[in-house]
């Protein structure tokens, strides 16, 4: 089996699992931490003739990180893709058992277990109703039927936009202010939000500063990401009022 991962959590997932089976990946596929394989550019926009050099088994690419015309110019060449959609946990547990599956692995590796453990639990009752940036300029916010938005609501936090028609809303900074949230969740990705560049845009409001990795990837991160997120959503910041 030769596979080329279009995305990093999966990048991750078959690399600690199979590496020997893995044999290209983006340049946003950062982990595992010194992972050496031939790069095939970025997810949205990957060198597909690249791809094809690579004389894959099997592509694998998500809904959101990955276009259409990528998935489809691939199948239109003969190769085989395996494309995700993950919107809440349970469904990220069930695909990457069945990704895993596809390679070839006997059982589950303990990354997995572990991440159904980590998981495992009644979800607390809502909390704290937040806004999500995940961009600025212009401002992007987690809007409804979102794997992130999921993340949060089992750790007791109420995102404000979940019943939005979009899933990626753009409202202005002062109406995500007017929403009055009890709290701002500002992730390191995709935009790099800071305890300098983000908490200003909400002064007086509890911003949480947290990783994006364990907030937007389903792959072994999930075994460690309810610990450390809710440790991160207990350390909000508050940027002064004027």
């Known amino acids: 089996m030769r ?6 959590s999966l990048t991750e997932a ?34 597909l003739d690249r791809v094809r050099e690579l004389r894959p088994d099997l592509v694998l690419l998500n809904v959101e990180e990955n276009r259409r015309e990528d998935a489809d110019a691939l199948r239109a060449a003969g190769v085989r893709v395996l494309v995700t959609y993950p919107r809440t946990v349970p469904q990220a547990l069930r695909e990457l058992a ?6 070839g692995v006997p059982g589950e590796p303990g990354w997995l277990r572990a991440a159904r453990r980590a998981w495992t639990g009644p979800t607390p009752a809502e909390g704290r109703r937040a806004v999500v940036p995940v961009w600025r300029r212009p401002w992007v916010v987690l809007g409804a039927d979102t794997f992130a938005g999921d ?32 709290l701002v969740v500002l992730p390191d990705e995709p935009y790099r939000f800071t305890v300098d ?12 500063l947290i990783s994006g990795r364990h907030l937007t990837w389903y792959g072994p991160s999930l075994a460690e990401a ?15 009022a004027a």
């Not at 069945?98 to 390679?103: E, S």
């Not at 983000?198 to 409001?205: C, R, S």
């Open 151 to 182: 993340v949060l609501s089992r750790l007791g936090v109420a995102n404000a936009y979940a019943g939005h028609a979009e899933r990626y809303p753009r409202p202005a900074v002062a109406e995500l202010r007017a929403a009055a949230p009890e």
């Open 3 to 8: 596979v080329v991962s279009l995305v990093p």
């Open 197 to 208: 560049d983000g908490p200003e845009a909400f002064p007086g409001i509890p911003c949480a």
């Open 226 to 240: 309810p610990a450390l997120l809710a440790a991160q959503l207990a350390r909000p910041v508050v940027h002064p």
């Open 14 to 47: 078959v690399a600690v699992t199979v590496p020997r089976v893995l044999v290209g990946a983006t340049d946003w596929c950062t982990h595992p931490a010194g992972l050496d394989v031939p790069r095939v550019g970025g997810s949205k926009y990957p060198d």
């Open 98 to 103: 069945g990704l895993l599956a596809a390679l």
